[in-house]
């Protein structure tokens, strides 16, 4: 029977949301679709952490679940990035968030995520961590924006984007903090391949009801072998990880986020709509008409 809502378990979820920010359809036999909403424009918090890690723990119970789909109720935003200052407050998150990609990466099922919107931070960190990602060619946008408030990537995108796209595309991604439209990232080899928005549906449901009928078991060995190739380690990861709240005290950090508060940070505004333009501006000093403009 299908259960449309996931209720969170955990006590310090339930403290800090009133709902679920993940809802489930298990209309189908063998697929979950699971979609993320947390308005105003699909922010990650760290009560967004605790839940996929109880969401993950669901996952592996089920025995005759063989592949999950994630996408947004929001089209504009797949997923924000992280709320940084929330994060601050709890910093074992990025260690939760850790766990969940290792756990989603190596379960037997089969992750996909459908994206339409932005995904940036995070948001990117999430998707690469699926096993496959397919992406509106009209309305999606990726990148990793930290270097340009002067944090790295803590999340896994410094361990996955070099897997996929290569060490110099990795470091245009993550130095510039720029954003990357749809067919640049399937040129790249960011996504499996991008679709028109009209298309998106129909493939990506096609391909998990051809995943969704063969053997859990021999789609789950196969996954296994292909990640002795392709998958970072809990090592790796956690390198990352540990230079993220560092780099956040540094003055330069410091200084970066406070021109970040007052431009429309966390609600939908020009800034979360194109965060990439806007962050060479940041390392200006006050008065100076260096640099690029955002406009």
């Given amino acids: 029977m299908a259960n449309p809502t996931y209720e969170v378990h955990a006590n310090d979820a339930a403290s800090e949301a009133s709902a679920a920010q993940f809802n489930i359809d298990r209309t189908y036999p063998g697929r979950w679709t699971i979609t993320f909403s947390n308005p105003p424009i699909n922010m990650f918090v760290p009560t967004t952490i605790v839940e996929l890690g109880a969401l993950m723990t669901d996952i592996e119970a089920d025995p005759s679940v063989k592949v999950v789909v ?46 339409r919107g932005r995904t940036r931070g995070i948001g990117n960190e999430f998707v690469l961590a699926c096993d496959m ?36 595309r990795a470091l245009e991604i993550v130095l510039s903090g720029d954003d990357f439209d749809a067919d640049i990232a399937e040129r790249y080899g960011w996504v499996n391949r ?19 009928s063969f053997d ?25 990880n540990d230079l ?6 540094l003055p330069g950090a410091q200084a970066r986020r406070a021109r970040v508060r007052n431009i429309g940070y966390g609600v939908r505004s020009d800034f979360e709509l194109n965060f990439g ?5 940041f390392g200006r000093a006050d008065g100076d008409d260096t640099g690029t403009q955002p406009g």
């Fill in 70 to 115: 994630f996408q947004s109720a929001n089209p504009d935003f797949f997923i924000a990035h992280l709320d940084v200052a929330k994060a601050a407050e709890r910093p074992e998150a990025l260690g939760l968030w850790c766990d969940f990609v290792l756990r989603l990466s190596s379960t037997p099922v089969v992750s996909i995520a459908k994206i």
């Fill in 244 to 249: 993220f709240f560092p780099l956040l005290a």
């Fill in 277 to 281: 333009r806007y962050l060479p501006s």
């Fill in 133 to 168: 990602r397919f992406a509106s060619r009209q309305n999606a946008l990726f990148g990793n924006p930290e270097v340009g408030v002067g944090l790295v990537p803590g999340g896994g995108a410094l361990e996955w984007l070099p897997r996929l796209v290569g060490r110099s």
């Fill in 216 to 240: 859990r078991e021999t789609l789950g060995a196969a996954k296994a072998q292909v990640n002795r190739f392709g998958t970072p380690t809990a090592t790796e990861l956690q390198s990352s």
């Fill in 194 to 212: 991008t679709l028109n928005d009209d298309d998106l549906d129909s493939f990506v449901d096609t391909l998990v009801g051809r995943l969704a």
